[in-house]
């Protein structure tokens, strides 16, 4: 069991990220507030902002902007967030976003995507566990494209105007008539609610 | 000071394209002796993936490659074995002029980012810098040990390679029907003392693909196709013959068959 847990950590960890949704809108509980985020992890840097739709509405728009240093890549997020239920222990909802890449090494391509995802929130206003799920299709002008599935799993911490998050993402990327790639990130989080 | 806002601005951008752009490919390598030498090189797999290849080729003292429009081989490395316990075999072809090309992969797991073995390929095709040239890009075989030749046949598969060697190991059993009807040369290694792709289990799993030829050597054990044979010995698989001599038996009968090949 521990070797089965060692190896799974390993795969984990040595897997490259990218591909994915935003971290700011993979969260049960959409802020009724806006907020900025700056996050850092095994893969990337990076930062973002989110809004609500209207003030104190039930969804939010956001944008992030995200590095990729082991991979040298930029990716460019727009996300819409919606809340599904009403704002109780178990809070779900639904996400849905466009990105885009700029892979400058070699021969320099261009990729762009949609994903759509569900957030379960399980908690309240100052603390959440969150687990996500999230499906996408991305392209590039140099090569197939991809399918990516991804599994997140959350901590989220409000205190006063501070948010704090530990998050991870894990899955793969499906890559039709080929093979598929396996993908993790973990990411921390430090941001301001206005 | 209008003058320092300018430069302070292209010294960010200069450091965005360097971090960015990451290292050139190499136009020499480090020389590891017998007229070998080897070169890193970094390689886009699944679009965003940068792939860290190990390129071992024929070279002059100075490490710039002898060869030009030589044969090209794809090496997949074992489950969990590093591929740096390859460059034995890659060092033994490399001497007869191959060119050979062993890509990482997730923690040394092939089957978690095979296209990495595909952009290798594509690497030693149309690969920039001491590569330039060097591989006649209709000459690029793919081999794998063990795990890897499982990852070998799903590349052969994708009608990127001219060939497709097993080396203690064999395809994934769903693939073995396609790989029959592509007809693409192949060749299997197995030893004959080994004791994780045991020799009735390659046989039988290598019945029904063809057209392929198998070449059994004699007291070879599983890891003996790697750097160092202490991982059997260890488990209490006996080897029947010395490393040296199976490195020998290995590297001969895949040589032979790579330059064989049209």
């Known amino acids: ?194 | 000071m209008g003058r320092a806002v300018p430069r302070r601005l292209r010294f960010v951008f200069g450091a965005l394209a360097l971090v960015a752009c990451g290292p050139a490919a190499p136009t020499r390598g480090t020389v590891l002796g017998d007229g070998v030498a080897e070169a890193w090189f970094e390689v886009r797999a699944n679009a965003t993936d940068l792939v860290p290849v190990r390129v071992v080729f024929p070279s002059d003292e100075a490490g710039v490659p002898r060869a030009r429009a030589a044969r090209g081989l794809v090496f997949i490395q074992g489950g969990l074995v590093a591929e740096g316990r390859y460059v034995w075999l890659a060092r033994a072809l490399a001497a007869r002029g191959v060119v050979v090309a062993l890509p990482r992969h997730v923690a040394d797991l092939a089957i978690l980012s095979a296209e990495n073995g595909r952009a290798a390929g594509g690497l030693l095709r149309d690969g920039p810098g001491l590569l330039a040239g060097a591989v006649h890009p209709e000459h690029v075989a793919v081999a794998g040990h063990s795990l890897g030749a499982v990852v070998a046949g799903k590349l052969m598969l994708g009608a990127d390679f001219t060939s497709v060697s097993y080396l203690a190991g064999y395809p994934e059993a769903s693939d073995v029907a396609a790989l029959s009807a592509q007809r693409g040369p192949a060749l299997a290694i197995a030893g004959t003392a080994d004791c994780t792709a045991k020799l009735p289990d390659v046989r039988g799993s290598l019945s029904g693909l063809g057209p392929l030829r198998l070449i059994e050597l004699e007291g070879v054990t599983h890891y003996q196709f790697t750097d160092s044979d202490a991982q059997d010995v260890s488990s209490g698989c006996v080897p029947g013959v010395a490393l040296d001599t199976a490195h020998r038996l290995i590297a001969d009968a895949l040589f032979d068959f790579i330059g064989a090949r049209p």
């Open chain 1, 1 to 194: 069991m521990s070797r089965a847990l060692a190896c799974a950590a390993m795969v984990l960890l040595s897997a490259p990220a990218s591909a994915e949704t935003g971290w700011l809108s993979a969260r049960g509980r959409v802020s009724a507030e806006p907020r900025a985020e700056l996050f850092g992890g095994s893969q990337s840097v990076g930062g973002g902002i989110a809004v609500p739709v209207s003030a104190g509405g039930p969804g939010a728009f956001g944008f992030e902007l995200a590095f990729d240093f082991v991979n040298r890549f930029a990716e460019a997020r727009l996300t819409r967030a919606w809340q599904l239920t009403a704002l109780r222990f178990a809070t779900l909802s639904a996400t849905g976003a466009l990105n885009g890449f700029y892979v400058p090494q070699g021969a320099a391509a261009l990729g762009a995507g949609a994903h759509a995802g569900l957030n379960l929130a399980l908690g309240g206003g100052t603390f959440t566990v969150d687990v996500s799920a999230d499906v996408g299709a991305e392209g590039f002008t140099t090569g197939p494209s991809r399918l990516p599935l991804r599994l997140g799993l959350g901590l989220n911490a409000r205190i006063g105007h501070v948010l704090l998050s530990a998050q991870g993402r894990a899955g793969a990327d499906v890559v039709p008539g080929r093979f598929f790639a396996v993908r993790a990130e973990a990411v921390l989080a430090a941001g301001w609610a206005w």
